[in-house]
Every structure is written in structure tokens, then in C-alpha cells.
């Protein structure tokens, strides 16, 4: 169980920073159109990482 319980935490580690790497790329404008800041980009991927 406690190792499920590891590789279900990567995994979700792996989601956010791709979340994070993606919206990262993307232009202030971009952004704006789709109503993400920068400073909540970390936010938004930990709410949606899964794993």
C-alpha cells in the first residue's frame, strides 16, 4: 500500500509540472484569454495534477 501510495504522488508530481511547463509557455495574453495569471499557474496545476 505505502508503495501505491509513492508512486501515486509521482505521478501527480509529474502531472503538475507538466501543467506548469505547458501554461508556463504560454504568452501573458494567451493567459489572459483563458483567465490564468502567472502567479496562480501552481495553483491551478496542484488542483488539477493527477495521478
Keep these: 500500500m ?19 511547463q505547458e501554461l508556463s509557455k504560454l504568452s501573458d495574453r494567451e493567459l489572459d484569454d483563458i483567465g490564468v495569471t502567472r502567479k496562480h499557474i501552481r495553483t491551478i496545476a496542484k488542483t488539477n495534477a493527477h495521478g
Excluded: A, D, E, T
Design 2 to 20: 505505502l508503495f501505491k501510495s509513492i508512486i501515486s504522488h509521482i505521478r501527480r508530481r509529474r502531472s503538475m509540472n507538466k501543467i506548469v
